[in-house]
């Protein structure tokens, strides 16, 4: 009988025994994370108090990484990649600037640094913002006053509407035999659902200010007056864009408006219309570079953001005080926050879809 009894109460002795040290592996768990986070805490603090000046994003300097070359002078490559926005986005860890944000602070970093003798921008670009696209193009205009350094542009898969719009303030372009650019133009995408509204009994009766203050809404069917000052802003706009080009490329402006119908054009079409100087790659774009600038021989550069754990710290904060990682209403194809906006932007351009196969 004890022996029977023994051997009931070992179980419950056993899981007892697991009870505890699951608890404790869990309460040790537990110490150390708050260990981990005060610890953090107490180095962001340190940091902050006795270095303030460097943690401030406005003068932190990027770290340079050499992709090729020697010598004491330096090329600088700038990457101008994806929707032009001058909207940041957070992922779990940290914020990443705007292209508007990177750009500038890479070209502020190359203008002061009097090793870089030109800049090369890599666009591989589908366009975006239209004042986006035009702070950028003012930051490259007055780079290249300020500091007297040349800027070339090299084009990549695309570089069309917005991205060719700052291609324009270069001193040289070079594109790739398989480059698609122009589709020069303005476009305002709207979407309009009164049909389908009006399917489903969808009433919408906004309060509204004056007969245009909703003017561009989805709900409701464009009249030839809101049509027309639309367009009117749209052809101001592209007048604009046009001038832009002409001035860059010492064209006539009737010249460019033949090619400015929003049509796209190969590298080849490009040098052939005189909107691109010559075929070639990106050891091409460096050669140019290094010939413009009068150098032999020089290091090629890129940029590169550095994060520490501070930065992290920082960051992980601020997602857990409630700032979000990505705004809502960003348009699923152009990266765009979803609101009437005028674009520099070919909307053909698929991300997933942008590659010619050739069997």
Request: with cysteine; charged share 25%; hydrophobic share 40%.
């Amino acid at each position: 009988m004890e022996i029977e009894r023994e051997n009931m109460e070992s179980p419950r002795k056993r899981g007892r025994a697991g009870f505890w040290i699951s608890t404790s592996f869990a309460i040790f768990f537990f110490l150390c994370c708050i260990i981990l986070f005060f610890s953090l805490m107490a180095v962001f603090v340190m940091k902050r108090s006795l270095s303030p000046g460097v943690e401030d994003e406005s003068t932190r300097k990027l770290a340079e990484v050499v992709i090729k070359g020697t010598g004491n002078d330096k090329i600088a490559i700038i990457p101008i990649k994806g929707v032009i926005t001058a909207q940041s986005t957070k992922n779990l860890l940290v914020e990443t600037p705007s292209i508007v944000e990177n750009v500038k602070k890479q070209l502020d970093q190359a203008g002061e640094d009097d090793a870089v003798k030109a800049v090369i921008l890599d666009v591989d670009s589908p366009g975006g913002g239209i004042t986006a696209s035009d702070i950028i193009y003012k930051e490259i205009l007055s780079f290249k006053e300020t500091t007297g350094k040349k800027v070339i542009v090299i084009m990549r898969d695309v570089a069309a509407s917005g991205a060719y719009y700052i291609s324009a303030a270069a001193d040289r372009i070079v594109a790739h035999p398989t480059s698609v650019t122009g589709s020069i133009g303005v476009i305002m995408p709207l979407v309009n659902v009164a049909v389908l509204a009006e399917k489903f009994g969808i009433t919408i009766s906004p309060i509204k200010s004056g007969d245009m203050k909703d003017i561009g809404s989805p709900f409701k069917e464009m009249s030839d007056e809101e049509r027309k000052v639309l367009h009117d802003i749209v052809d101001e706009m592209y007048t604009r864009f046009l001038q832009i080009i002409a001035d860059g490329r010492n064209m006539k402006i009737e010249d460019v408006r033949k090619l400015a119908d929003g049509r796209i054009f190969t590298g080849s079409q490009a040098v052939g219309n005189g909107l691109v100087d010559q075929l070639g790659y990106i050891e091409d774009s460096i050669a140019v570079a290094k010939e413009m600038s009068g150098l032999e021989e020089a290091k090629v550069i890129r940029y590169k953001r550095m994060f520490d754990l501070a930065d992290l710290f920082t960051a992980t904060m601020n997602n857990l005080s409630g700032h979000r990682s990505i705004p809502f209403g960003i348009h699923t194809i152009t990266g765009e926050e979803d609101f009437p906006k005028l674009m520099y932007l070919w909307t053909g351009y698929q991300q997933d879809t942008q590659y010619a196969v050739f069997n």
